[in-house]
């Protein structure tokens, strides 16, 4: 178990920006702790709380001060006597936009981790925190960091929330927090790495082109869990068939997931629907009502076999498979749906006639661990109180800005690019699960071998793939072999 040695658990740590009577503070709370990793005790501390972030205003063109926008509350672990040179340093964050760094924090990366189980045995509650033996920490110091509005993170009184909401605002917060916990830990020679999920990926690739860009900060790596760096891959919108075709090779997953492919290998499934969906599948799509009726046939019998559907429903749906529309009919027959975050899950509805599922299964089964144990960790383990509620997943964030992507659809591609251009040094590791219906592997390789980079630096490119879902590590032997695959990409690309 871990142990907490200060002698109330508490130590205040104030910000060094002196503040005015009622302007905001830091209210970080530092405690000491152990755990063992592979028979080596590792002593590290954990500094968590709320940050202010402050910007230099500037009023009729007079320098009038550094006025506090946010408080961004983030949880640090630092190992115990570590050289600051050689020891790497890993920022991680999840997605949404709306998610806090709770799944990164305990499901993964952590020196603690939630017991939620798995499909078919999920557990109840209450739930039940452990020593995380893979914790990353044994390898890197970490800093979950919750974006503005999620987790205890808040706008300051007086100030907009809705300009954290958006893509630069968040890009630029999130940077500054980096910049923030760098310089203040004396961190800026230490090997650095982004740890990102979901739209933390995207995040993630932003995050390391303005680093370098605004402060000179260059990354080692980056740690990009179920990618989506380029939002026309998954944009379902009249006109774009591209999603169509990149998220049917998942879709074959799931069929043979749930036994619409008998006994057929998965790699064997996967390597028939990828060269459909390379060459045929597109030049269908692509064709219209020039398709000859023997020609539409063959194709609407092609993705009937590959997805499990039946024929008649391709045929209904005009060859374009919607994504929810797919984990709502796929088991229809069998009165289920399944789970768009992990398609491994199922689950019932309310009404059976839908078009769209009313909730996805997958989330619903592990939101309940993971908010008890969140909430209890902090408290009674790190010594955090505060009076707000932890928002795991803010809806207040929506609507998201993406106006700097007006009239052009939202992709950092061309940033990750840049960064990997400017730095040949940085390193990136994808982690694909077959079974995410969120962020399907094939369309985050197809924005991958379109990167605009001299081919010698894709080799600075790893992949991984698991037998589960976005949140690959919900799946204990997924967990376990993620946990030695960042591990030892951390350990490569710190360069030392």
Same mark, same amino acid.
């Not at 057929?264 to 219209?288: I, K, M, N, T």
């Not at 009313?358 to 009076?387: C, F, K, M, V, W």
């Given at each position: 178990?871990?142990?907490?040695?200060?002698?109330?658990?508490?130590?205040?740590?104030?910000?060094?920006?002196?503040?005015?009577?009622?302007?905001?503070?830091?209210?970080?709370?530092?405690?000491?702790?152990?755990?063992?990793?592979?028979?080596?005790?590792?002593?590290?501390?954990?500094?968590?709380?709320?940050?202010?972030?402050?910007?230099?205003?500037?009023?009729?063109?007079?320098?009038?001060?550094?006025?506090?926008?946010?408080?961004?509350?983030?949880?640090?672990?630092?190992?115990?006597?570590?050289?600051?040179?050689?020891?790497?340093?890993?920022?991680?964050?999840?997605?949404?936009?709306?998610?806090?760094?709770?799944?990164?924090?305990?499901?993964?990366?952590?020196?603690?981790?939630?017991?939620?189980?798995?499909?078919?045995?999920?557990?109840?509650?209450?739930?039940?925190?452990?020593?995380?033996?893979?914790?990353?920490?044994?390898?890197?110091?970490?800093?979950?960091?919750?974006?503005?509005?999620?987790?205890?993170?808040?706008?300051?009184?007086?100030?907009?929330?809705?300009?954290?909401?958006?893509?630069?605002?968040?890009?630029?917060?999130?940077?500054?927090?980096?910049?923030?916990?760098?310089?203040?830990?004396?961190?800026?020679?230490?090997?650095?790495?982004?740890?990102?999920?979901?739209?933390?990926?995207?995040?993630?690739?932003?995050?390391?082109?303005?680093?370098?860009?605004?402060?000179?900060?260059?990354?080692?790596?980056?740690?990009?869990?179920?990618?989506?760096?380029?939002?026309?891959?998954?944009?379902?919108?009249?006109?774009?068939?591209?999603?169509?075709?990149?998220?049917?090779?998942?879709?074959?997953?799931?069929?043979?997931?749930?036994?619409?492919?008998?006994?057929?290998?998965?790699?064997?499934?996967?390597?028939?629907?990828?060269?459909? !969906?390379?060459? #045929?599948?597109?030049?269908?799509? $692509?064709? %219209? @009502?020039?398709?000859?009726?023997?020609?539409?046939? &063959? =194709?609407?019998?092609?993705?009937?076999?590959?997805?499990?559907?039946?024929?008649?429903?391709?045929?209904?749906?005009?060859?374009?498979?919607?994504?929810?529309?797919?984990?709502?009919?796929?088991?229809?027959?069998?009165?289920?749906?399944?789970?768009?975050?992990?398609?491994?899950?199922?689950?019932?509805?309310?009404?059976?006639?839908?078009?769209?599922?009313?909730?996805?299964?997958?989330?619903?089964?592990?939101?309940?661990?993971?908010?008890?144990?969140?909430?209890?960790?902090?408290?009674?383990?790190?010594?955090?109180?505060?009076?707000?509620?932890?928002?795991?997943?803010?809806?207040?964030?929506?609507?998201?800005?993406?106006?700097?992507?007006?009239?052009?659809?939202?992709?950092?591609?061309?940033?990750?690019?840049?960064?990997?251009? !400017?730095?040949? #040094?940085?390193?990136?590791?994808? $982690?694909? %699960? @077959?079974?995410?219906?969120?962020?399907?592997?094939? &369309? =985050?390789?197809?924005?991958?071998?379109?990167?605009?980079?001299?081919?010698?630096?894709?080799?600075?490119?790893?992949?991984?793939?698991?037998?589960?879902?976005?949140?690959?590590?919900?799946?204990?032997?997924?967990?376990?072999?993620?946990?030695?695959?960042?591990?030892?990409?951390?350990?490569?690309?710190?360069?030392?």
């Amino acid at each position: 178990m871990t142990d907490k040695d200060t002698e109330d658990g508490k130590t205040p740590v104030t910000g060094t920006v002196d503040a005015g009577k009622d302007t905001p503070t830091d209210d970080l709370v530092t405690t000491q702790h152990s755990t063992t990793v592979k028979r080596r005790k590792l002593n590290y501390t954990a500094t968590t709380g709320r940050v202010v972030l402050r910007q230099e205003v500037l009023t009729d063109g007079k320098f009038d001060g550094h006025v506090a926008k946010a408080e961004v509350f983030l949880t640090a672990y630092t190992l115990d006597g570590a050289d600051p040179a050689k020891r790497p340093v890993t920022f991680a964050f999840n997605g949404g936009p709306g998610s806090s760094s709770v799944w990164l924090h305990l499901g993964l990366l952590g020196p603690r981790r939630v017991v939620s189980g798995d499909v078919g045995e999920l557990v109840p509650p209450p739930y039940e925190l452990v020593d995380n033996p893979e914790t990353l920490l044994a390898h890197s110091d970490l800093v979950f960091i919750d974006p503005v509005s999620t987790g205890y993170s808040r706008a300051v009184k007086g100030e907009k929330p809705g300009e954290f909401h958006g893509f630069q605002g968040d890009v630029e917060s999130v940077g500054e927090v980096i910049r923030l916990w760098t310089s203040r830990h004396g961190r800026w020679l230490s090997p650095k790495f982004l740890a990102g999920e979901s739209y933390g990926t995207t995040r993630a690739a932003a995050l390391a082109e303005h680093l370098q860009t605004r402060y000179g900060m260059y990354l080692n790596g980056l740690m990009l869990i179920s990618s989506v760096l380029d939002f026309a891959t998954l944009d379902f919108s009249e006109g774009n068939d591209l999603p169509h075709t990149l998220f049917l090779p998942t879709y074959a997953a799931i069929a043979h997931y749930h036994g619409l492919h008998g006994d057929r290998p998965l790699d064997e499934v996967l390597a028939e629907a990828e060269d459909f !969906a390379s060459r #045929d599948y597109p030049w269908a799509l $692509a064709r %219209g @009502h020039r398709l000859t009726d023997g020609e539409r046939a &063959a =194709a609407v019998t092609k993705l009937a076999s590959l997805t499990g559907l039946s024929e008649d429903y391709v045929d209904r749906v005009d060859l374009r498979l919607e994504h929810v529309r797919f984990f709502t009919e796929l088991l229809r027959h069998e009165r289920r749906v399944v789970g768009r975050l992990d398609s491994r899950f199922s689950g019932p509805d309310n009404d059976y006639g839908r078009e769209q599922f009313s909730e996805d299964p997958s989330y619903s089964a592990i939101l309940g661990p993971y908010t008890a144990a969140l909430n209890h960790y902090l408290r009674a383990d790190l010594g955090y109180e505060n009076d707000l509620p932890y928002e795991i997943i803010s809806r207040t964030v929506h609507p998201w800005s993406f106006k700097e992507f007006e009239a052009r659809h939202v992709t950092v591609a061309d940033k990750l690019a840049s960064a990997m251009r !400017a730095n040949p #040094d940085l390193k990136v590791h994808i $982690a694909y %699960g @077959h079974y995410d219906g969120a962020t399907p592997y094939y &369309a =985050a390789e197809h924005v991958v071998a379109h990167l605009k980079v001299p081919k010698e630096l894709l080799d600075n490119i790893e992949h991984a793939y698991y037998p589960a879902g976005h949140m690959m590590y919900v799946h204990e032997p997924s967990r376990i072999q993620q946990s030695k695959d960042l591990a030892a990409f951390v350990q490569s690309a710190s360069n030392r």
